[in-house]
């Protein structure tokens, strides 16, 4: 007999030998109805494992994450046999879960596939679910595995296999179809009902440019055809708030190839859009004891070796600039943070100077490939709110808490009301992606879980998802599609400390060691705009929007009672422009209502004689016949209710 403990803590126990599906069976026929997947000891299983040792027992319906990731891995196999069926002689390499869904990467060689080809290869994937196939997993030794490999003339098989320990290979075996797989498989092919394809893009093998491209087969899958529906509804929604199609109709940036991939060029409407947030976020920040500092875009190479960031990110980032001075080196700064380092080390403080908290909208640089780029979600250049406090070990747990209601209030007064709080701390079994002692890290992680459980927040524990100086806080966002996304960070550090070798005189007359705390509320301004822009579908909140009202005359004649209005807006700060091209007044409220104008205002011949304005609400509301003062007393009501003061 075994002794499985449940998530309650419940304990079984059991015959060696039971499986996950036996020991839901014996909770409830119901549950393992619905039992699709399973965790023992943290390891992925099959429900039909052999379990013989005592352990702890995890079981996934399709209403869990791991859940999911089984029946989209499941699904991506059906879709790969699919494709070897259709067609003859490709290869295929790897098929792995992701959030919304599956990929698998496959050499077509001659051959080729579009979105054209996605019904006769759903249809036929369907077909091969329907047959209600068992997923079985079986052990294959090293030899074994490299000859059905090579005998298919797969090389990309070969290579994973090469790789692997003899021992610990698995093959997945369903239908007709065979695959290199780890496992973790829905019970059968059946309990697969709806079937997408979404798109086709290439992929480099493993990533590296210097590999053969791949044909990258993206998709999904639900166990009710209802669900995909609904999915397909939401891509639909997606789609219209996509932040690169908004981003264009109103205006806010662009990209040029000339100026490069991945390097956003912002254009008035959005250099304002980006002005406002800044102001808002330094009006707070004054409030909050900040001191405001300015850095350069480059930083000697020797600056990114101390902090780390040179071995992080140099190989993979843009190379250093040489000087005419020989083996002078610059780069252009990956990090914020070791320039705000080198400003606390300009003078000694005392305890009695601490915290110092220094915050900068600083511009960083990071090479990423260009198949990764993604409109401002995924850039080259970033400016981040970066700011660093650098405070002693008692202020520590005080100003974490600070910064989170920092957070949350920016949160709030951008409409982001459904997060997450993620704890990310190190991954313990490869601690070589990490810096720093393991004592330092241990009492940054707590130091974080201690702050988010006294401010009362709703948070997980995610391991390996730490920087690699140090455990944070990240928000994670629901936007208003119900997409996940992160946004604000905070982060504890020992570690920059001392390779920069940062002290400050204690009340012992003795040198101490700072502790730096790393935050961005917004994470970084392109990003940020572009959740902003995708949430709110460009209908930003009224006190950040660029252009509050447009004043539209009816004709030539009442233009100049449409520049005296505007003027009288103006001295109410309201920021508004002014419609006097030759069109109809349909045509400027329909152009208007594409920019997301929040008001309309039409002034005619009426309006002139009684000194009203005619208020028309971005959507179609009429707001009726309104003073300026009026107007202005609704828009400053309306601003209140979502900013308030920090």
């Not at 060029?265 to 500092?293: I, S, T």
Request: glycine share 8%; net charge negative.
């Amino acid at each position: 007999m075994i002794k499985i403990t449940l998530p309650d803590g419940a304990v079984k126990e059991v015959e060696m030998g039971t499986t996950p599906m036996d020991v839901a069976k014996s909770i409830s026929e119901g549950l393992a109805r619905n039992v699709i997947s399973a965790k023992f000891n943290d390891t992925t299983v099959e429900t039909v494992t052999p379990l013989n040792e005592d352990g702890t027992l995890t079981l996934y319906t399709w209403n869990d994450d791991e859940g999911k990731k089984a029946f989209w891995h499941s699904t991506s196999h059906v879709v790969a046999q699919a494709l070897e069926e259709l067609y003859p002689g490709i290869k295929l390499t790897i098929g792995p879960a992701i959030e919304n869904g599956f990929y698998y990467d496959v050499d077509f060689g001659d051959q080729s596939i579009s979105e054209k080809d996605f019904p006769k290869i759903e249809k036929k994937a369907l077909e091969i679910a329907r047959g209600k196939h068992d997923y079985k997993m079986r052990s294959v030794s090293k030899t074994d595995a490299l000859s059905y490999y090579k005998s298919q003339g797969n090389e990309y098989k070969v290579e994973l296999i090469e790789n692997l320990d003899d021992g610990t290979i698995t093959f997945c075996d369903h239908s007709t179809f065979t695959d290199l797989c780890r496992g973790g498989h829905i019970p059968n092919t059946g309990i697969i009902k709806a079937i997408k394809l979404l798109s086709v893009a290439g992929a480099y093998w493993r990533g590296d440019e210097n590999n053969t491209q791949l044909t990258r087969v993206y998709g999904i899958s639900f166990p009710k055809q209802k669900e995909l529906t609904e999915y397909l509804h939401l891509l639909e929604e997606a789609k219209k708030r996509d932040h690169r199609k908004l981003g264009k109709e109103l205006e806010l940036f662009t990209f040029s190839q000339k100026v490069g991939q991945g390097l956003p060029l912002w254009l008035p409407n959005g250099a304002a859009l980006r002005e406002r947030l800044e102001q808002f976020l330094k009006k707070a920040q004054k409030k909050a004891g900040y001191e405001m500092v300015v850095t350069p875009h480059i930083g000697q190479k020797e600056l990114y070796v101390t902090s780390g960031h040179y071995a992080k990110y140099g190989e993979d980032s843009f190379q250093p600039i040489h000087t005419p001075k020989e083996d002078e080196e610059f780069l252009l700064k990956p990090m914020n943070c070791p320039h705000h380092c080198e400003i606390y080390n300009s003078q000694p403080f005392s305890y009695k100077d601490l915290p110092k908290r220094y915050a900068e909208f600083g511009t960083v640089y990071r090479y990423e490939q260009s198949g990764e780029l993604h409109g401002l979600t995924r850039v080259r250049g970033f400016t981040q709110d970066d700011a660093h406090i650098f405070c002693t070990t008692e202020q520590l747990n005080d100003e974490f808490k600070n910064v989170i209601d920092l957070t949350l209030y920016v949160l709030n007064s951008l409409g982001f009301d459904n997060f997450t709080a993620q704890v990310s701390v190190r991954d313990l079994e490869n601690p070589e992606k990490y810096i720093g002692a393991k004592e330092d890290w241990e009492k940054a992680e707590q130091a974080i879980i201690d702050a988010a459980e006294e401010k009362g927040l709703n948070y997980v524990v995610e391991s390996g998802e730490a920087a690699f100086y140090g455990p944070k806080l990240d928000f994670m966002i629901k936007d208003a599609l119900g997409r996940s996304w992160q946004l604000g960070t905070i982060q504890v550090d020992y570690n920059l400390p001392k390779r920069f070798d940062l002290t400050y005189k204690g009340s012992d007359n003795e040198l101490h060691r700072p502790v730096m705390i790393h935050r961005a509320p917004f994470g970084s301004m392109e990003r940020f705009v572009a959740l902003l822009l995708e949430h709110t579908g460009g209908n930003f909140p009224l006190w950040l929007i660029p252009t509050q009202a447009i004043v539209l005359p009816v004709s030539e004649k009442h233009e100049k009672y449409a520049q005296k209005v505007l003027n009288s807006l103006e001295n109410h700060e309201i920021r508004a422009l002014i419609d006097n091209r030759n069109e109809t007044v349909g045509k400027k409220i329909r152009e208007a209502e594409l920019k997301k104008i929040p008001f309309m205002i039409i002034v005619g011949e009426q309006e002139e004689e009684s000194a009203t304005i005619s208020v028309r609400r971005h959507g179609g509301e009429d707001l009726g016949g309104l003073s300026v003062d009026a107007f202005s007393d609704l828009v400053t009501t309306e601003i209140n209710s979502t900013l308030k003061s920090f």
